[in-house]
């Protein structure tokens, strides 16, 4: 007679060779019915791990030809030489090129952003905030720094409320004392205009209050005083 006894967990322990036995059998025959879905999903599970390995595979071996790539355009979008960094020039690929022939590495990452300042500069703002959103990065000075620059996109665009939600955005990731101030001054003139003065004054008051030493602080200040004047009326 088989016998069995409960754990702690509550979880059945099998204390005979028979019982055992037993249980083997019947995992046997649920195997033998279900063959078909039991190997199904275990084939399933293998592909899924050989397809991600051979993924990480094949980005691995991307990752140095682009990074290549993204040297040699690095130096004409330090130097300005926009167009030239975006296509390419003397045989070398651009940042349009890099960002969408290497993608999931990242350099081609790195080059999402690149290219979003680089069509930013050229007035091309739909690019440019096509390809800033594709960019992503857990610093917490890029970061904030590409939402701020899609921030910039939409105010050229004359969406400033959409600037706004950008700006806000930048302004809340990782507070620090040299960047915060800035997006947060940003913030109050897409709220000026959006026609929203009082939400303006308060963000002025956040610079002042919140970074007191922070260069931005004077501005703040005359702006916030013409806007309280406006608001009294």
């Known amino acids: 007679m088989s016998k069995k006894n409960t754990d702690e967990s509550g979880l059945e322990i099998i204390e ?13 025959v649920f195997f033998i019915k279900n063959r078909k879905i039991v190997l199904g999903i275990a084939g ?7 397809a991600f390995a051979g993924y990480r595979f094949y980005i691995d ?26 296509n390419g020039s003397g045989g070398n690929e651009g940042l349009l090129s890099i960002a969408d022939s290497y993608k999931g590495t990242d350099a081609s990452n790195l080059a999402n952003f690149y290219a979003g ?31 701020s ?11 400033p409320a959409e600037a706004i939600s950008f700006y806000k955005k930048a302004a809340d990731y990782e507070k620090n004392e040299y960047f915060t101030p800035v997006y947060l001054m940003k913030l109050a003139i897409a709220q000026e205009k959006a026609n929203q003065p009082a939400d ?11 970074f007191p030493l922070s260069s931005e602080v004077v501005n ?14």
């Open 16 to 28: 005979t060779p028979e019982a055992l036995a037993g249980q083997i059998n019947k995992a046997e």
């Open 44 to 50: 399933a599970v293998v592909l899924a791990v050989v």
């Open 61 to 86: 071996g991307q990752e140095g030809t682009a990074q290549d790539a993204l040297a040699n355009v690095v130096y004409d979008f330090e130097a300005d030489s926009l167009q030239k960094a975006l």
């Open 117 to 147: 300042v680089a069509l930013l500069k050229q007035g091309k703002y739909d690019d440019a905030i096509k390809h800033l959103q594709s960019f992503s990065s857990s610093d917490l000075l890029v970061h904030a720094r590409a939402q």
């Open 149 to 159: 620059l899609i921030g910039d996109a939409y105010l050229e665009k004359n969406q």
């Open 200 to 210: 303006a004054v308060s963000t002025y008051k956040r610079v002042i209050d919140e």
């Open 220 to 233: 703040a200040k005359k702006y916030m005083g013409v806007l309280e004047g406006q608001v009294g009326k």
